[in-house]
Nanobody
Framework: QLQLVESGGGLVQPGRSLRLSCAAS????????VGWFRQAPGEEREGVSC????????IYADSVKGRFTMSRDNARNTVYLQMDNLKPEDTAFYHCAADNLLPCDYLMASVNEYDYWGQGTQVTVSS
């Protein structure tokens, strides 16, 4: 069974950090472009970041650029999202997703096109 499982969400104060993890099972992430997207209540899904299959290219949304860092560890079949200097507007449900064919620049604008999604993890930034 192909599965992505996110972890690491929680409640933090503004300015603090969190690291999200996304572990894949049932398939090998090496062959997939992987991204993170988020959705806040009443809002549309927003692409947050995306990393190429080899990890040599990463794209970020303007709203998180300079604060979030995405990485992948293919040996562990896991991707990560390091989120620093968190802001209240980062509050959302965060999902990781994987796609076998489409490139990051397309997926960032079309998150619904990912082949596989995880169930997500809640991130709440509040004082």
């Amino acid at each position: 069974q192909l599965q992505l499982v996110e972890s690491g969400g929680g409640l933090v104060q503004p300015g603090r950090s969190l690291r999200l993890s996304c572990a894949a099972s049932g398939f090998t992430l090496d062959y997939f472009t992987v991204g993170w997207f988020r959705q806040a209540p009443g809002e549309e899904r927003e692409g947050v970041s995306c990393i190429s299959k080899r990890g040599d290219s990463t794209i970020y949304a303007d709203s998180v650029k300079g604060r979030f860092t995405m990485s992948r560890d293919n040996a562990r079949n896991t991707v990560y999202l390091q989120m620093d200097n968190l802001k209240p507007e980062d509050t959302a449900f965060y999902h990781c997703a994987a796609d076998n064919l489409l490139p990051c620049d397309y997926l960032m604008a079309s998150v619904n096109e990912y082949d596989y999604w995880g169930q997500g993890t809640q991130v709440t930034v509040s004082s």
